[in-house]
């Protein structure tokens, strides 16, 4: 399942009980990963939400109901509101007690490999959607927030921000200040520079803390070429993350320029991933802190450099591909194109030359709309920073006016973006069937967790001809890649089958290309056409998925994409391999809209009781859940359930002793709710 499928279901349950969407997801992520399976340990634990069943507390739904996504979500959502209710409206607290509280072995462990990961989670979630590309604001003219909110990114970067209120409410924040004339000096300091850094820093930085959610850039464009270089930057990073986060303060880190850490000149990107590896340990902290890694993307487009092109504006996709080696956690990775667009000094260029003097606005329009349709196809990137707006006079060539900007935020609205790539049975049209290399029938889902593909799907309207994939076999043997294009249940013959990687000949892309560096093969008279796969072809990590992807070329007709193709190690070539068909576009029924009476579950009572019984028991267990929760947590002990009726002397609650793994029943007064009983079950 995928967060947009149930998005519905999520926001209509968090409004039923006050909480953010956001927030939901994140801890889906966290509990399920999007699975509505038992707990993988075996324990009483269903769903997306991981809801404990009636077998433990009988106030529960059974795990079959459970398993209904819209059942499990309520019943998550109705826990963590109490959860909230418990922890006087800290959030931190009651996600705690959601995640099992005293369960864990110290409040410092929960903080590390709990509240951490939802912390970045709920970063993308909010966030799910909306456009990447934002303003990198030198000054901050007049229309400045009018075009930030046209543009609709949830992120923003400003350049020496003054003290006074929240330029752009709402928005997280990337701030940085110069500080060029210092920066090196105090980066080869190791250590003690980051000590002299913060303390120059911290005095600013307190000045905008009331500007909601910000991080601080920490120098930029380091040195990280040298070993002396990549080892001050870890240390000085290293230990300005320490002493941020004993102030409370998020950090962007890195910043590193264009192009580098480069391969000294070898044309070896071995070179390159060595020397970003190194930088691993301050990524990983980066990454446990919740704090971003900067990076610097440019492009030039008079050197037939397009703006998605994987070493250069979009290198990051390699670097994060490295770091993943290195051990670093990118599921958690929080990266940010600190500085983005066009730079024709990159490679020696002429300086301090931008967009203005290279592309007519038109295309470059275009271009930029490109770039975000890539952007978001990168779940770890929160957002990509502009170079350069409200720009001063030396940097004009760069600069993005009001009227550009507002022109950039029609196109972008006008061709939004596709949402991120979602499982292939998730965003399909049509049913794809999947087959193991036995030619026995499977799971499209299994299939795509073990080899990390994308089906990416094409708009066509309805009756219109359109190429679906119908058909995904997993193959063994040689490393090649077979295409299949059929048409009214017969081989399509002589058909083009385009054929991507990332440093392919670069082609003039039509309206339904889908990249525009490939390579085209014919099919042949069974409606086959093969590509070699090389040893570059290999998957490195399955969240990526591999370095290919194949769609059929059609100036004039829309095609289905397999992206993320790659052989897997330490296997005989084993990949997949995709079958075409011509189809029409069928006629899209909508459902009818549910009845406003169907009950819900927070509304639909167990047999036997009336609804107005369940409602007081629901009030009086409301009313009072708090005192015996807290009694529960001041003994150590995880609350479960209690019984308490109206006007009754005393309450009941059972927990749960994780330190002596047994049930436990307090007994509480009414009138005091101080605890009198205490005693085993």
Same mark, same amino acid.
């Given at each position: 399942m995928t967060y947009e499928e149930l998005r519905p279901t999520i926001e209509a349950a968090a409004s039923r009980y006050g909480l953010s969407p956001a927030t939901i997801a994140a801890i889906i992520e966290i509990e399920s990963n999007w699975q509505n399976v038992q707990n993988a340990g075996g324990y009483d634990a269903w769903g997306l939400m991981q809801v404990v069943s009636n077998h433990t507390f009988a106030d529960r739904p059974s795990p079959e109901r459970l398993l209904d996504p819209a059942v499990n979500i309520d019943w998550g959502c109705r826990i963590l509101a &109490?959860?909230?209710?418990?922890? &006087?409206?800290d959030l931190e607290r009651a996600v705690y007690y959601y995640s099992g509280g005293n369960a864990w072995a110290s409040y410092d462990q929960y903080l590390h490999e709990y509240w951490a990961r939802y912390q970045a989670a709920v970063l993308h979630y909010q966030s799910a959607g909306l456009p990447k590309m934002t303003g990198h604001w030198q000054t901050l003219p007049g229309y400045a927030a009018e075009v930030q909110a046209a543009l609709g990114s949830a992120w923003v970067k400003i350049m020496d921000p003054s003290p006074g209120p929240d330029p752009f409410p709402g928005r997280k924040k990337c701030l940085r200040w110069w500080t060029d004339n210092f920066d090196r000096l105090l980066l080869a300091a190791g250590?003690?520079?980051?000590?002299?850094?913060?303390? $120059?820093m911290l005095p600013r930085w307190q000045t905008v803390v009331n500007w909601g959610e910000v991080w601080f850039e920490l120098p930029n464009e380091p040195e990280c070429n040298s070993d002396s270089g990549l080892a001050a930057v870890n240390t000085f990073t290293l230990k300005c993350i320490e002493l941020a986060e004993g102030q409370g303060l998020r950090l962007c880190i890195l910043n590193l320029p264009e192009g580098n850490p480069h391969d000294n000149g070898t044309g070896d990107p071995a070179v390159s991933r060595w020397k970003v590896q190194q930088l691993a340990p301050c990524v990983k902290a980066a990454v446990a802190g919740g704090h971003l890694v900067g990076l610097h993307g440019y492009y030039d487009p008079t050197r037939s450099i397009d703006p998605t092109d994987r070493y250069h504006a979009l290198r990051c996709k390699d670097m994060v591909q490295w770091w993943a080696e290195a051990g670093v956690d990118t599921s958690r990775l929080m990266l940010a194109l600190t500085e983005w667009g066009i730079d024709r000094s990159i490679a020696g260029g002429p300086a301090r030359k931008g967009w203005r003097s290279a592309v007519a606005e038109t295309d470059y329009l275009a271009q930029l709309v490109e770039a975000e349709r890539a952007f978001q196809q990168l779940p770890w990137l929160q957002f990509a920073a502009l170079f350069d707006c409200g720009?001063?006079?030396?940097?004009?060539?760069?600069?993005?006016?009001?009227?550009?900007?507002? $022109?950039?935020?029609?196109?972008?609205?006008?061709?939004?973006?596709?949402? /991120?790539?979602? /499982?292939?049975e998730e965003n399909q049209t049509m049913t794809i069937q999947a087959f193991d290399r036995n030619g026995v029938a499977v799971d499209l889902v299994d299939l795509q967790k073990r080899y990390g593909f994308v089906v990416k799907r094409a708009d066509a309207k309805p009756g219109a001809e359109v190429f679906r994939i119908t058909t995904i076999r997993e193959k063994t043997g040689p490393a090649s890649l077979t295409v299949h294009c059929s048409k009214g249940g017969a081989p399509d013959r002589q058909r083009r089958v385009a054929?991507? %990687?990332?440093?392919?000949?670069?082609?003039?892309?039509? &309206?339904?290309? %889908? %990249?525009? $560096?490939?390579?085209?093969?014919?099919?042949?008279?069974? &409606?086959?056409?093969?590509?070699g796969l090389g040893t570059g072809a290999y998957i490195k990590d399955v969240a990526l998925g591999g370095p290919h992807a194949v769609w059929v070329w059609s100036p004039s007709t829309a095609s289905d994409c397999l992206a993320g193709i790659g052989m897997l190690g330490g296997t005989v070539h084993d990949h997949v391999e995709p079958e075409f068909a011509l189809v029409l576009e069928p006629e899209v029924i909508p459902e009818p809209a549910p009845s406003a009476t169907t009950p819900t579950p927070e509304s639909e009572p167990a047999a036997g009781i009336s609804a107005q019984e369940l409602q007081q028991a629901r009030n009086a267990l409301a009313a009072q859940v708090p005192a015996t929760m807290k009694a529960a947590d001041a003994r150590g002990y995880i609350w479960r359930y209690e019984m308490y009726e109206p006007d009754a002397a005393a309450a009941l609650a059972i927990c749960y002793d994780p330190a002596a793994k047994a049930y436990r029943l307090l007994k509480l007064s009414a009138a005091t709710w101080q605890v009198i009983a205490d005693q085993p079950l």
């Open positions: &109490g959860n909230l209710k418990q922890a &006087g409206g250590e003690a520079g980051a000590i002299s850094y913060m303390s $120059r720009a001063l006079s030396d940097w004009a060539d760069y600069d993005h006016d009001k009227e550009t900007l507002l $022109r950039l935020a029609a196109a972008l609205k006008q061709q939004a973006p596709p949402a /991120p790539a979602q /499982p292939a054929f991507y %990687w990332p440093d392919a000949p670069q082609q003039t892309a039509t &309206g339904h290309d %889908w %990249w525009n $560096r490939y390579v085209i093969g014919e099919t042949n008279e069974n &409606g086959d056409v093969g590509f």
